[in-house]
């Protein structure tokens, strides 16, 4: 099994501030007190590198984030990618346990993990959100973890690109922010592996392919089938 072999980072990028808002938006629907600051990032650009202060809670306002951890031999694992209106950042301890970079252009709300922290303390109604947020984030690790362990390179393809579909959207007509590397990356496999995948999907006319990121679900169905 391979995966990406790259350098660790050892400086965080710049933050760049951007306004997209005439009023930032809030964490949590039913605690409008804490206001997230907006902030942009280039295709590839890091937003926090593994080791680093947890001082911040992101949220996801368009493009897409992919968080990984290095391994000692210099191969890449991406434990996850999050998409508009996902939060991520939440680690326990107080450094980062994985670094996290924007896949394309990104804009991201950051909010201070200590208000967060003060808050759900003395109100119920944020404790549950935030509970709710941890829990989705167990659920899809445990996911992930399965489809690692027990799946084959189809059926890892395949669960990809019906999770993909579900969260942005379910139109069937999934254009992916992130590059094949990525997702071999994610699933455990080796580029090669996820090109054929591709390449065998489309031959037997169970997805098109636009082009290198636009992928129509021509055979739903047969995909979920292909999923389990």
Do not use: C
């Not at 391994?71 to 996850?80: A, E, K, L, P, T």
């Not at 998409?83 to 346990?97: A, C, K, N, Q, V």
């Not at 007509?173 to 090669?192: C, H």
């Not at 392919?209 to 292909?226: F, G, P, T």
């Amino acid at each position: 099994m391979f995966i990406q072999t790259v350098a660790p980072s050892t400086r965080p990028a710049a933050l760049r501030p951007q306004s997209f808002g005439q009023t930032p938006a809030p964490l949590f629907a039913s605690t409008p007190e804490i206001l997230g600051t907006s902030f942009s990032y280039g295709r590839d650009e890091e937003i926090y590198g593994e080791g680093e202060d947890n001082e911040f809670v992101y949220k996801v306002v368009s493009g897409a984030v992919r968080t990984y951890k290095v391994m000692r031999d210099g191969r890449r694992q991406i434990g996850g990618f999050h998409l508009p209106g996902d939060y991520f950042g939440f680690e326990l301890g107080t450094r980062h346990l994985l670094t996290a970079e924007a896949t394309t252009d990104t804009k991201v709300l950051l909010f201070k993990r200590s208000q967060i922290e003060s808050l759900a303390t003395r109100d119920v109604s944020a404790a549950r959100e935030l509970w709710l947020m941890t829990a989705g984030q167990l659920r899809h690790a445990e996911d992930h973890m399965l489809l690692l362990g027990r799946k084959t390179a189809t059926e890892r393809l395949a669960a990809f690109l019906i999770e993909m579909d579900k969260r942005l959207g379910g139109t069937g007509v999934v254009e992916l922010p992130m590059s094949r590397r990525d997702i071999a990356d994610y699933l455990g496999l080796t580029l090669e592996t996820v090109s054929r995948g591709f390449s065998q999907f489309q031959a037997s006319g169970i997805v098109q392919l636009i082009d290198a990121r636009h992928v129509v679900l021509v055979k739903r169905r047969k995909l979920e089938e292909d999923a389990e």
